[in-house]
């Protein structure tokens, strides 16, 4: 089972969670303090107090996001499901910053 390390402020571990996502990779996340000093079982486990890092049986501990990424294209795509989790993302983002921004709405532009 991979182990993700990551902090859910972090926009590159939100990146790759929707990566491993699409995928249908199930993972487990351990989530990881904010302060870099209080990350002692991260660095235990890694050998790094930075996220995200993925952690996968058999291979080194894979650090940041980049890294990640380029593993995880080693992988077979579901090109229907990855565009959905996609998609569906999307939305959500924009329903949430539609709901939080207090901002006048905009015209549409081509």
């Not at 402020?9 to 790759?16: F, L, T």
């Not at 990855?82 to 999307?90: D, F, S």
């Not at 949430?96 to 921004?101: A, I, K, P, R």
Request: proline share 8%.
């Amino acid at each position: 089972m991979y182990e993700l390390w990551q902090t859910e402020w972090c926009p590159a571990s939100r990146r790759v969670r929707q990566r491993l996502t699409e995928l249908g990779i199930d993972y487990i996340t351990r989530q990881v303090p904010v302060d870099k000093d209080d990350r002692t079982l991260l660095l235990e486990r890694t050998g790094t107090d930075t996220v995200p890092v993925l952690a996968v049986p058999g291979v080194s501990p894979i650090v940041g996001e980049a890294a990640i990424l380029e593993f995880l294209s080693t992988h077979e795509a579901v090109p229907a499901q990855a565009r959905a989790h996609r998609l569906k993302a999307e939305k959500a983002r924009r329903r949430y910053l539609e709901e939080e921004c207090e901002c006048p709405p905009q015209p549409a532009t081509r």
